[in-house]
């Protein structure tokens, strides 16, 4: 029985009215469009996202800026999507005879592929040395040992774009282990899809393709047989088409359907068919360090390759924002905002950001949170090095904080104290960026609401003076909560006192040195 993910209704979307329903790629837009999906797990969502973003780009690019722009809000009707979508037909099928999506083309018995559960797709679940030394505490095995077509589907994207290390020869994704996808938020679905596809003439563009043979050979890794790795040889953009960045496969399985006996493990519903384990074997495409993908911010470093933002567990702090925004230029080494964002202008869009904070081949944690992005009146430059002044004397004055409580609450209480209150002062981290947050993308909205005159010189002084204001107000605050839960015994007192004096005289000098407290009175 074939499965084919242009045909099957297999993506769960979210309607206005908070209902689901699973459509085929091309029914993202209709009379009654679905605003975004809902898969059961956060990291299918933010995969097929991907998916549909690299269909689209794939398969039905704008012609220019101006184009894309004019159908954002006029989209396709199903019908055209359909007709786009056909010509591609034959490299999405799951099942059956192969090629098979993201699947290997010519692996055999000869090859001695390794036998594994289907649950091993999932980035989360416990590796193999993790199983066979009993070390699944947290996360245990056996929990999901079938799939329907359509969470196999997603499972097996998931795993080739995110792909973290995994032991000898199982390469990483084409970004790096875990990495950080940013991608422009609309209104409904399409919008979502369509803010993030590159034209194809004019900024950020990328070269399409009909050819069927370029699209067997060099986009579509599963219509040719494997590039393999077992010499670490590499894969670079050069040797591949680029839309290819859309289609990675860094890991070499085959999928094993049978007959369902059962409901879905992960979304629970009923299907003829089921996976219950795939193939695989080590040393697929290994991905040479100069790949960009369009869908994810980078660090440059003059002389050296870009190297990947991935997942981290703090990505919702604002500290975080301006650099998947806006991007942060230095001197030497500075951060670019994903193409998608660059492309999207400043149209005052939301940038949603998703990823693994990995530790090697362990999943720490799935991290997404959603940024703002203002409509800037005035000059870029300007803007962001004032933003990048916030932060730093936001991050400063949380030092300032953390190093007071420590000399207040635990300087003479030794190493078991101190071990103790490690969540203590984790706490008050997480608490300061929480607390300032609200002000701070306040004052950033004024800033972006600036026009490039120099009559607006007072204005950011007041603002900087506003923000000053509340990083020593919140940081005081602060201090003052943490000591009373933490309970001062009288003979610290005068210690305690001591250190928040110290706190605030040391950020007022800190903030009067940025411009955010006012001078000293002649």
């Not at 101006?66 to 989209?75: F, H, N, Y």
């Not at 091993?120 to 079938?146: C, M, S, Y």
């Not at 000399?407 to 078991?416: P, T």
């Not at 210690?495 to 411009?515: P, T």
């Amino acid at each position: 029985m074939n499965y084919n993910l242009l045909d099957e209704p297999w993506l769960p979307a979210l309607f206005g009215d908070g209902r689901t329903e699973w459509i085929r790629p091309w029914e993202i837009v209709g009379d009654n469009p679905p605003v975004g999906l809902n898969p059961q797990r956060a990291d299918f969502r933010a995969a097929l996202m991907e998916f549909l973003v690299g269909l689209l780009q794939t398969a039905f690019a704008p012609a220019d800026m101006r184009t894309r722009d004019r159908m954002l809000g006029s989209p396709p009707s199903q019908k055209k999507l359909r007709e786009a979508f056909a010509a591609h037909r034959e490299f999405f099928n799951l099942f059956g005879e192969r090629p098979r999506f993201m699947q290997d083309l010519t692996m055999n018995e000869m090859d001695k592929p390794v036998s594994n559960g289907i649950g091993a797709l999932l980035i989360e679940q416990p590796g193999g040395i993790t199983l066979r030394e009993n070390k699944d505490f947290f996360i245990k095995r056996g929990q999901v040992e079938a799939m329907c077509p359509a969470c196999a589907a997603a499972a097996l994207f998931t795993l080739q774009a995110f792909a973290p290390a995994g032991g000898r020869g199982n390469r990483t994704s084409m970004r790096g282990g875990g990495p950080l996808s940013t991608l422009c938020a609309g209104d409904t679905l399409w919008q979502s899809l369509w803010l993030n596809v590159a034209p194809v003439k004019g900024r950020g563009s990328i070269e399409p393709t009909s050819d069927r043979g370029v699209l067997a050979s060099r986009v579509y890794a599963w219509a040719a047989p494997t590039r393999t790795s077992d010499k670490n040889e590499q894969v670079h953009p050069q040797d591949m088409h680029p839309l290819h960045v859309f289609w990675g496969m860094p890991r070499r399985i085959v999928l094993r359907e049978e007959e369902a006996q059962g409901p879905c493990h992960v979304c629970g519903r009923e299907h003829g068919l089921a996976v219950r384990e795939f193939l695989s074997r080590p040393n697929g495409y290994n991905y040479g360090p100069e790949w960009v993908h369009p869908l994810t911010p980078y660090t440059m470093e003059q002389g050296k390759p870009p190297l990947s933002i991935k997942g981290r567990s703090n990505i919702d702090a604002y500290s975080n924002w301006l650099g998947v925004v806006y991007g942060e230029p230095d001197a030497k080494r500075h951060m670019h905002a994903a193409q998608c964002v660059r492309n999207a202008g400043r149209r005052g869009s939301r940038i949603g950001v998703a990823g693994y904070d990995m530790d090697n081949a362990k999943a720490r944690q799935w991290c997404e949170h959603v940024f703002p992005s203002f409509v800037l009146l005035g000059d870029e430059v300007t803007f962001v090095a004032e933003v990048r002044g916030m932060v730093a004397a936001a991050d400063q004055v949380r030092r300032n904080l953390l190093g007071a409580l420590k000399d207040a609450l635990v300087h003479d209480a030794g190493k078991n104290q101190a071990k103790t209150d490690m969540s203590l002062f984790e706490n008050a981290n997480n608490m300061f960026w929480g607390r300032t947050e609200a002000a701070f993308y306040e004052n950033a909205a004024q800033l972006a609401a600036l026009p490039d005159r120099d009559a607006s010189l007072s204005e950011r002084d007041e603002l900087r003076l506003v923000w000053g204001r509340v990083l020593l107000v919140e940081s005081s605050k602060l201090f003052e909560e943490n000591a009373e839960r933490f309970g001062i015994p009288p003979e610290r007192m005068e210690r305690c006192v001591e250190a928040h004096k110290r706190m605030r005289n040391y950020n007022i000098k800190y903030l009067r040195g940025m411009e955010m407290y006012p001078p000293r009175e002649a």
